[in-house]
């Protein structure tokens, strides 16, 4: 019953994508197609991510959906949002480093920073402030579409002179119309209590839609959304990152390791060793299968390959990583997984599949490279696929290490035109960055199983497998952990009224003993003026 139904809800999802389409088109496009930039028409009737992206934000009412798309076009045409560049934004927004993109909160979403502290209310620049925003906006969801972004208004030090109400609702506005569905959450981290007013103005800007995204944090309660690695040191974190410019912060992605070492190395005095291997692993691949000329090149282990013979198809399902359901079609390869790796604890799933099928005419050479290269191995992390070939690269968990929602794989193609001509390492140093394809991949992390507990026999219920008879009480942890700091947060947020409060009552108390001071200069003037002889 489940499929069926699943299959009528993508049914009536695309009914509504073509007719948001075509309204659009009859409704808005024949009154004036000058208030629109024609790259985002383009766009809409191309994309259909973009179209369900409002629908969803607009629980699937096309009236909605059709105004929230109109707003958003014209404030990207008044904008000039995509012809956003960073020549066109004043070079001393970036050398403040009141906004940047950097890190990962707990669930893998990037963290979107505001250093409150450092932003001045200026009239005169409030245009290109937004436009600053905008780009980083728009920077974002070029590179990872679709992934949501956690906001993280840091208030450290910050007082009245550096709050503009105005570029707050326009920030809110960002996630409410013109980037739907990109909020994770909104952190306000160590607001003073003198601001309390103000941010109760933004909770009605933000709407029924996104006011349970609005989080309010200490020093210490902001450690329970975002982990210490990438939290700076005054609000108790490890990371020792500080914004500077040029050049613009992004992801750290390196090369990763192969069993042997890099595959293809970034140093100088790796670049020969590089290219031998990766030369010599490609004839050899090559040269051993030209007599059936395959359509697909396996790199997968050839201990691996042993194995599955050995023990059949029912062994090569369970030793052999998954294969990808989903498909990324990209400009020169298919990526298949389209948007995540996934990693959990059994062996099996240490290792995760991607799968890379050339479209193009011509060879095309591609590099893995992930944010967390002390963590996984890559086999093979750079190489080259031929024309209508695919390739299978094995992604595998190092030793006692954990995969995190906080990684991220990069996958780069770029077109050979003249192939076997050019070592890779050379390739990569010389090919001009606009004609390589770049696509993201996040790392999803798969929960374990809770084991059934037999509480009469003090032990664990037996099940089919060894690996399903393991206890783990990690996940038991876990609970305990959110569970005491929920406590702990609702804690905090009754003293914080009692203080309030308290602050209130000194603040009245102080008033009158003020009043009684007064009345009692006033009566000892009283007194001495009686005092005085006429």
């Given amino acids: 019953m489940a499929e069926p139904e699943q299959h009528e809800g993508e049914q009536d999802l695309e009914k509504k994508i073509e007719e948001t389409r075509q309204r659009f088109k009859n409704e808005f496009l024949q009154d004036s197609t000058e208030k629109y930039d024609s790259k985002d028409v383009e766009r809409l009737q191309k994309d259909d991510a973009l179209v369900e992206g409002y629908l969803q934000w607009r629980v699937c009412v096309v ?20 012809d956003l560049t960073e020549s066109t934004i004043p070079r001393w927004m970036f050398e403040s480093g009141a906004i940047y993109l950097h890190g990962y909160d707990k669930e893998g979403n990037k963290l979107f920073w505001f ?18 925003v905008a780009f980083w906006l728009e920077r974002y ?10 906001v993280v208004f840091d208030m450290t030090e910050s007082g009245l002179s550096n709050i503009d109400m105005d570029l707050v609702k326009y920030i809110i506005n960002c996630f409410k119309i013109y980037y739907p569905k990109f909020l994770s959450k909104m952190i306000i981290v160590d607001m003073p209590w003198i601001m309390n007013a103000a ?7 933000l709407g029924p839609e996104a006011i ?41 992605f390196q090369t990763p390791i192969c069993e042997n070492g890099p595959i293809v190395s970034e140093d100088e005095t790796e670049i020969k060793e590089a290219e031998m291997e990766g030369k010599d692993a490609l004839e050899s691949s090559f040269h051993s299968q030209i007599a059936v000329k395959p359509k697909k090149v396996n790199f997968l282990e050839n201990g691996m390959r042993a194995d599955v013979n050995d023990k059949g198809d029912t062994s090569a399902k369970t030793k052999g990583p998954r294969k990808p359901l989903t498909t990324f079609k990209g400009p020169l390869l298919d ?5 995540e790796l996934s990693f959990g604890s059994t062996e099996t799933e240490k290792k995760s599949l991607i799968i890379l099928s050339n479209v193009t005419k011509n060879q095309v050479a591609f590099k893995v490279r992930t944010t967390a290269p002390e963590k996984y191995r890559v086999k093979p992390s750079s190489s080259c696929c031929e024309p209508g070939a695919s390739v299978d690269i094995v992604v595998s968990i190092h030793g006692g290490s954990q995969a995190s929602p906080q990684d991220r794989f990069l996958v780069m193609a770029a077109e050979m035109d003249n192939a076997g001509s050019q070592e890779l390492a050379q390739f990569w140093k010389e090919v001009p960055k606009a004609k390589i394809m770049e696509h993201r991949l996040r790392c999803h992390v798969l929960e374990s199983v809770k084991p059934t507990l037999n509480l009469l026999r003090g032990g664990p219920v037996e099940t089919g497998t060894g690996r399903e008879q393991e206890f783990n009480t990690a996940a038991w942890d876990d609970n305990f952990n959110f569970t005491s700091l929920m406590r702990v947060m609702t804690s905090n947020a009754r003293m914080e009224q009692k203080l309030n409060t308290c602050l209130w009552v000194q603040k009245v108390l102080m008033g009158l003993v003020l009043v009684l001071v007064v009345l009692n200069l006033l009566c000892l003037r009283l007194l001495s003026a009686q005092q005085q002889p006429s």
């Fill in 115 to 132: 250093k409150v502290k450092l932003h001045v209310k200026d009239a005169k620049t409030a245009m290109d402030k937004k436009k600053y």
């Fill in 141 to 150: 969801a070029k590179k990872e579409p679709g992934m949501p972004l956690t």
């Fill in 199 to 205: 941010w109760k103005i933004v909770k009605s800007w």
């Fill in 63 to 82: 009236d909605d959906a059709l105004k929230m798309i109109d707003e958003s076009f014209q404030w990207r045409k008044e904008y000039g949002v995509n």
């Fill in 212 to 252: 349970s995204k609005l989080k309010f944090a200490s020093r210490s309660e902001i450690q329970g959304f975002i982990g210490l690695e990438y939290l700076p040191p005054h609000m108790g974190g490890t990371d020792p990152f500080k914004f500077s410019y040029p050049p613009l912060p992004d992801d750290d």
């Fill in 335 to 339: 990526v298949s997984p389209a948007e």
